[in-house]
């Protein structure tokens, strides 16, 4: 099977950039995609492919993709981007689709 | 405007069944991929099941393959999750996700969620 790991935690002071990193071997061959979830609401994709924005989405918002490691970049975190930030793909065989753990992103 | 509505969600008795319905509109229904993704109280999401656009493909992750069975009606805008066997390790929030044009595991639009609970 594939896993997909994320730190747990991260904190970043209001208007610097954070970075949230994906490791997982079946990002080598399809990009992941990123999740914005909020206390009480339903995910919300931000970035998908090489690094796409959907409609909606702040331009602080960008992706990148190396190896086996996927990143989600917040230039300028604002307070309204404190929330749990979780990547998905799908395994090495292509069949299923994984999670990563999440990373709960701090705005101080 | 793309809106899922998940309902069937409730408390349960180990061993027992509920099934699970999403309500879909503001797209076309049958052109779209489909899945299920849960989300344990406090926890991180877990991808469930999936289905293509008429049907005729399902799969699970293997903690729900063999109780649970993913379906839909197109003429009917609904996905379903049949949920059998249900242990108390199944407790958690599903939502129903739709998968873009631009790959299965890209999910554009999610529904609100519905609380499974099981417990005796």
């Known amino acids: 099977s594939s896993e997909l790991t994320q730190d747990p935690a991260v904190s970043v002071a209001l208007g610097q950039t954070v970075r949230i990193t994906c490791q997982g071997d079946?990002?080598?061959?399809?990009?992941a995609s990123w999740y914005q979830q909020k206390p009480g609401q339903a995910p919300l994709r931000v970035i998908y492919g090489q690094n796409n924005r959907p409609s909606g989405i702040p331009d602080r918002f960008s992706g990148f993709t190396s190896g086996s490691t996927a990143s989600l970049t917040i230039t300028g975190a604002q307070a309204e981007d404190e929330a749990d930030y979780y990547c998905?793909?799908?395994?090495?065989?292509?069949?299923?689709?994984?999670f990563g753990g999440g990373t709960k992103v701090t705005v101080l | 405007e793309v809106q899922l509505v998940e309902s069937g969600g409730g408390l349960v008795q180990p061993g027992g069944s509920l099934r699970l319905s999403c309500a879909a509109s503001?797209?076309?229904?049958?052109?779209?991929?489909m899945h299920w993704v849960r989300q344990a109280p406090g926890k991180g999401l877990e991808w469930a099941s999936y289905?293509?656009?008429?049907?005729?493909?399902?799969t699970y992750a293997d903690s729900v393959r063999g109780r649970f069975t993913i379906s839909r009606d197109n003429a009917k805008n609904t996905l379903y999750l049949q949920m059998n066997s249900l242990r108390v390790e199944d407790t958690a929030f599903y939502y129903c996700?739709?998968?873009?044009?631009?790959?299965?595991?890209?999910?554009?639009?999610w529904g609100l969620g519905t609380l499974v609970t099981v417990s005796s």
């Open positions: 079946s990002l080598r061959n399809y990009y």
């Open positions: 996700a739709r998968a873009s044009g631009y790959g299965d595991h890209v999910l554009d639009y």
């Open positions: 998905n793909s799908r395994d090495n065989n292509g069949n299923h689709v994984i």
């Open positions: 289905i293509n656009n008429d049907g005729s493909t399902t």
């Open positions: 503001g797209f076309t229904f049958s052109n779209y991929r």
